[in-house]
């Protein structure tokens, strides 16, 4: 999608729903409460039934994402509340399921842990080399790209047409990205689970996930996991993210923006083993990231030279908040070998936040210095 469209389309977004409001009705969504809704005779002539099939306040965030997404989309409470809900509503018993070996590791805790004593098969792959094998015999195909934390990428519109020609659903999982940098569907893909606990949120204030397509028959039946499962979200929360929604497109464009200088000067500094960025010119991912995606993240890995060095460049830096989790608008940092991820002792997953950039870069490059 071009810049401008996709300007028009968060321009759109803070106005959605507007034609639907009668004089003196809140502009903004109300939150709900509601487990139990007015319900005399045919349940069906009601708008709402029951707080578990669904409610007001999370249709307007999901009418909103979908705005987003440019296609159907599915509330849940949490980013692997999303991705349990697609693997257990699309795989069963004997089917094979490709997940990335270097994604976030509770997908693959998640498959391992819960899918496979069902009787499905999980197979890994790493995702720089996701595309070698071809999917064939796969039902469904999940990719993470960039991954994180290790920032790799796969090619979604190849990934899209293997899995085509192999029958496999496909699946991107966009959350480092979100609809503004990435657009999975329109490169091809069935599905996009997105944790909107990250940067659609940003405010670091409540989890929430969403799985969005275009396939009616796959949003039915995500709409029944959910339904059946429980797996709803509290209206509270959904309502905290449509309002962290509402700026994302600034939050994020600052984000990225301020990620990018930061990343290009982290390449000149000598305290550096390993630096990773897909909008590094240098970078492995750079030819595919440049092609897919309209803005390169607010992540960056770093590897400096062992774990005290990395725990010190956390611990010292004045601007890092050192947390497990990104896309917010604080910049935050943690060690990943720490969750036993497989990347060296010094890895930095750095999250690029909000902060001013040159106030930002100057304490990064001091800390940088004292390690
Ligand atoms: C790429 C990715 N997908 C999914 C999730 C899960 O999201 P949540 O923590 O909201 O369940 C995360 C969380 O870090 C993530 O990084």
């Not at 939150?31 to 809704?37: K, S, T």
């Not at 190849?158 to 569907?185: C, E, F, S, Y």
């Amino acid at each position: 999608m071009t810049d401008a469209k996709l300007d028009e389309l968060a321009a759109r977004l803070l106005h959605h729903g507007a034609e639907k409001l009668s004089p003196g009705a809140s502009v903004v969504p109300s939150i709900v409460p509601a487990a139990v809704f007015h319900l005399p005779g045919i349940p069906s002539n009601a708008p709402y039934q029951y707080g578990r099939f669904h409610n007001p306040t999370w249709e307007a965030l999901e009418e909103a994402l979908g705005l987003l997404e440019d296609a159907e989309t599915i509330l849940f409470p949490s980013g692997m509340a999303a991705i349990a809900a697609l693997m257990f509503a699309t795989v069963a018993n004997g089917e094979r399921v490709l997940i990335p070996s270097d994604g976030y590791y509770a997908t693959r805790a998640l498959a391992d842990q819960f899918l496979k004593p069902l009787g499905a098969l999980i197979e890994e792959r790493a995702t720089a080399k996701f595309l070698d094998d071809g999917f064939a015999g796969f039902k469904l195909v999940l990719v993470e790209t960039p991954s994180n934390p290790g920032l790799d990428v796969c090619d979604i519109a190849a990934a899209a047409r293997a899995a085509k020609q192999a029958g496999a659903l496909l699946a991107v999982d966009n959350t480092t990205m979100t609809p503004l940098g990435q657009r999975p569907l329109t490169l091809g893909a069935d599905a996009v689970v997105c944790a909107d606990t990250k940067a659609i949120n940003g405010h670091s204030d409540t989890l929430m996930g969403h799985v969005a397509t275009r396939d009616g028959a796959l949003a039915a039946r995500l709409r029944d996991w959910r339904k059946f499962s429980g797996t709803i979200a509290g209206p509270f929360e959904a309502w905290l993210v449509h309002r962290g929604l509402e700026t994302l497109e600034v939050r994020f464009a600052r984000m990225c923006s301020s990620a990018a200088t930061i990343a290009d000067r982290l390449a000149a500094s000598k305290k550096l083993v390993a630096l990773r960025y897909p909008g590094l010119a240098s970078d492995p991912a750079f030819g595919i990231a440049k092609r897919q995606m309209s803005t390169f993240g607010t992540l960056i890995s770093l590897t400096l030279r062992d774990q005290i060095a990395a725990e010190r460049f956390i611990e010292t830096c004045p601007l890092i908040q050192p947390s497990t989790s990104f896309g917010g608008v604080r910049t935050c940092a943690e060690r990943r070998a720490r969750w036993g991820d497989a990347v060296a002792e010094g890895f930095i997953r750095l999250s690029i936040g909000l902060e001013p950039v040159e106030v930002l870069w100057r304490a990064l490059s001091e800390t940088l210095d004292t390690v």
